[in-house]
């Protein structure tokens, strides 16, 4: 289901949630975690609904296997076409380089330049700077057939 690199980066995130490394993760260590993210009002009907999904102790391979149910459950490359859409009014498959460049540096969850080098790195550009943002959503969701 996951690549060992996926389930490094998951160890890795389940050990920063899991505050008190007992294995299993529980309210308090979701609490805990929301708070050195600067969330402090967190209702607790909030968290016990998280814990739910669970159903029973959330170890390590049942955190896996809710991870796989998200990524699995969604259509990822409907909701990434979707969100580039909202950067294509005129419904041309393209996005312009330089100005979707601009917005990754300055809006929202901002990326690194190198973080916006390295997605350039994989992504049909046509020679007028326009980013084929259908190819890429591909690439994202399925991976660059180059590399098989």
Sequence with gaps: MFEQSQIQEFKEAFSCIDQNR????????????????GKVNVKDEELDEMLK???GPINFTVF??????KLNGTDPEESIL?????FDPNG???VNKDEFK???????DKFTPEEVEQMFAVTPIDVAGNIDYKSLCY?????DEKED
């Design 53 to 55: 999904e669970g159903k």
């Design 102 to 108: 601009q917005l990754l540096l300055t809006q929202a």
């Design 139 to 143: 690439i994202i969701t399925h991976g």
């Design 64 to 69: 896996l296997a809710l991870f796989g149910e």
């Design 82 to 86: 979707n969100a580039f859409k909202l």
């Design 22 to 37: 007992d294995g299993i993760i529980t309210k308090s260590d979701l609490k805990e975690t929301y708070s050195q993210l």
């Design 92 to 94: 041309t498959g393209h």
